[in-house]
C-alpha cells in the first residue's frame, strides 16, 4: 500500500486501478479532487459551488440520508445543515443511493461536510466505495454544539470496522481513510 499523500488527507494509490467515480461531498473550490480530474471521473457535491472544471461533473445539492429541501446555514467553507443561523438558504437535498444510481459506483467518497458525515455514514449501504476519505467535525463541538460528540465517531467508526480497514490520518482536523476490506 502507498499513499497519496496532501497536506491534510491520504488516499491509497490502488484507486488508480479501481473502477468507479471520485466522489468529491462538500467540492467547494474543487482543491481536495483536482489530482484526479485527469484520471478519473469526478463528480463534486456542494449547493455553494458554481465553477466546473474541465472533467468533472458538478451536483449543486447536499447529499443527506434524505431528498427534498433543506436548509443550508452560514456560508462558505463552515456552511453547514444543523447549525441554525439567520444566514440560511434553501438548497435540495439527495441521498447518496440516488446519487450513484445516476452517475455510477464509487472509487473514492470524500466527505468534508461540516457535521452531516455521521448521519450520512449510517444511512447508505457499505461497502459504499473502495476508499472513504472522511472528515469528523467533532473537533469544533465547543464552538457548534448540534455536533455529534467524538463518542459518536468512535461508534460509527467502530461499526465500519466490518467493511473498511481505517487509518487516521490527520489528527488535527480528525481526518481518516477507510479502505475496503479485500474480498468484499
Request: glycine share 8%; with cysteine.
Amino acid at each position: 500500500m502507498a499513499l497519496i499523500n496532501q497536506d491534510w488527507f491520504q488516499v491509497d494509490d490502488r484507486c488508480w486501478d479501481r473502477p468507479g467515480q471520485v466522489y468529491d461531498l462538500g467540492c467547494l473550490a474543487w482543491d481536495w479532487s483536482r489530482p484526479y480530474l485527469e484520471r478519473i471521473p469526478v463528480v463534486g457535491v456542494d449547493p455553494q459551488e458554481t465553477t466546473c472544471p474541465d472533467g468533472a461533473v458538478l451536483v449543486q445539492a447536499v447529499v443527506a440520508p434524505f431528498s427534498g429541501k433543506c436548509r443550508l446555514y452560514g456560508g462558505g467553507l463552515g456552511a453547514n445543515t444543523h447549525q441554525v443561523s439567520n444566514n440560511s438558504i434553501e438548497t435540495t437535498a439527495i441521498t447518496w443511493q440516488d446519487l450513484v444510481r445516476l452517475h455510477g459506483p464509487a472509487n473514492i467518497l470524500k466527505m468534508n461536510i461540516e457535521g452531516g458525515e455521521i448521519p450520512l455514514l449510517m444511512s447508505i449501504d457499505h461497502p459504499a466505495a473502495d476508499q472513504i476519505c472522511v472528515a469528523f467535525h467533532d473537533w469544533q463541538r465547543d464552538s457548534m454544539p448540534t455536533l455529534p460528540p467524538k463518542e459518536a465517531t468512535q461508534a460509527v467508526l467502530s461499526y465500519l470496522s466490518r467493511w473498511y480497514d481505517i487509518i487516521e490520518t490527520f489528527p488535527k482536523l480528525r481526518w481518516f481513510l477507510l479502505l475496503k476490506k479485500e474480498g468484499l
